[in-house]
């Protein structure tokens, strides 16, 4: 997510190649930096989570963000101009933060000291 969202940020147009949309903006890059910092910040909250082992947090950030690249994906595929092609990163995402995010919940961590 970090790197997602800085290559919106330092390289807007590449990140608009990859991201799978074609946005008219006449050099107005605004969407991309709207974009770009909503991904440092899920990126770094997750580095944060796993970095303090806060394994409930983690999993309900990864569980409940599955909105974020589903929404997109949506947005993806409603372009006449893309095909499942450019929808394939959104449901990567999908999958992964399903699955490590139910996992996550439901792991039964243990409270005993080593």
């Known amino acids: 997510m970090i790197f997602i969202g800085t290559r919106f940020l330092l390289a807007p147009d590449t990140a608009e190649a990859g991201y799978g949309i074609n946005f008219n903006e006449a050099s107005d890059y605004s969407f991309h930096y709207i974009k770009g910092i909503r991904d440092v910040f899920s990126g770094l909250l997750i580095c944060i989570f796993v970095l303090t082992k806060q394994i409930k947090a983690l999993g309900i950030t990864l569980a409940v963000g599955t909105i974020i690249p589903t929404a997109d ?19 990567s995402a999908i999958i992964i933060c399903a699955i490590a995010g139910t996992i996550l919940l439901l792991n039964k961590t243990s409270n005993k000291a080593i």
Do not use: E, F, G, T
């Open 73 to 91: 994906m949506l947005i993806v595929l409603s372009k006449n101009y893309n095909s499942i092609v450019q929808a394939i990163p959104h449901i």
